[in-house]
């Protein structure tokens, strides 16, 4: 018994040496699995894709030539690439901010307990348990210029998915749909997370409710706002199933005529469908660089408007 205690009692300097280097390791040890992960199926690939964006490649992505920028000025001259760009931004813009704000609202209306919170909670979250196979194949029947419920609902005869000028907009009315659950359920737990006492002090001091909301609320869950912009200007950047699932004909994506054409789907289409992995390695590290100078950007907010005091 007074062995043990004397070992326990044992200062780190006097662990033997293997046991320090053990304990300093340890930690990086239960990180390992999770960071090998990472490394061969995100860091090896795109570093593999930056490296052959410089070379001539075949159809079987074998190494042919040394071609330098040849591939980034294809890409940055063609006009369905730049399209792609613009109805990329174009989608970000509209998707994200819209998405949160409208889950951000319905947070703010589920905040208080009822006997029926349970009901509306989950009927705001609903879109976040299915898939974005079935929501599309749901406003596919939607969007149907004869049977659909939308053009029958509002007498309407309007081909959503295959006018021009319609195309884009059914897509970023599905998606801000699909984001509306994620964003509900992070905001409503942010929102009952909120110091009860901070809350009813603001109210003594004759804060109305407009003071109250953008004085104390959204700097108080701006952390949270934070992330849902961030988590979706990568999702909006890096997405193209529902291009792929809705506006993909003999073919060719981002139909009708590139309306709907998007980064993602430009490069699956180049690469996938076409094989013209010359383009796609370009188009890829291009549309990489983008998406960082959004982030990028978003990130300002961080250090301006985001408050992590409590």
Do not use: C
């Not at 309407?156 to 659950?181: C, E, R, V, Y």
């Amino acid at each position: 018994m007074k062995l043990r205690k004397a070992s326990l009692g044992k200062p780190v300097s006097a662990l033997p040496l293997k046991t320090k280097i053990f304990q300093r390791v340890e930690p990086y040890l239960y990180l390992l699995p999770a960071l090998s992960m990472l490394i061969l199926f995100t860091y090896y690939p795109f570093i593999t894709n930056v490296i052959h964006s410089f070379f001539t490649v075949d159809r079987f992505r074998r190494v042919r030539a040394f071609a330098g920028l040849r591939n980034y000025s294809r890409v940055l001259t063609d006009d369905s690439f730049l399209q792609a760009v613009g109805n990329t931004f174009i989608y970000v813009l509209a998707t994200v901010p819209i998405s949160i704000v409208i889950g951000f609202a319905l947070a703010l209306l589920a905040k208080k307990k009822t006997r029926f919170s349970v009901v509306y909670e989950t009927l705001f979250a609903l879109s976040m348990a299915i898939s974005i196979a079935v929501i599309a194949m749901i406003f596919q029947l939607a969007y149907n210029p004869s049977m659909g419920a939308i053009n029958q609902l509002f007498g309407l005869s309007i081909s959503w998915l295959s006018d021009p000028s319609t195309a884009l907009l059914s897509l970023i009315i599905i998606q801000i749909w699909s984001n509306i659950g994620y964003n509900f359920l992070f905001m409503f737990s942010a929102l009952r997370a909120l110091p009860e006492d901070v809350m009813e002090s603001s109210r003594m001091d004759g804060a109305v409710r407009s003071r109250l909301l953008f004085q104390i609320i959204i700097p108080l869950v701006s952390p949270t706002l934070l992330f849902l912009l961030m988590s979706g200007i990568a999702h909006a950047m890096t997405s193209a199933s529902l291009v792929l699932i809705l506006t993909t004909t003999h073919g060719a994506t981002g139909q009708p005529g590139g309306a709907t054409e998007v980064i993602m789907s430009f490069i699956y289409g180049r690469a996938i469908m076409g094989t013209n992995f010359n383009v796609a390695y370009a188009a890829t590290t291009v549309g990489f660089v983008l998406s960082s100078i959004v982030m990028a950007l978003a990130l300002v907010l961080d250090r301006k408007k985001v408050s992590y005091d409590v």
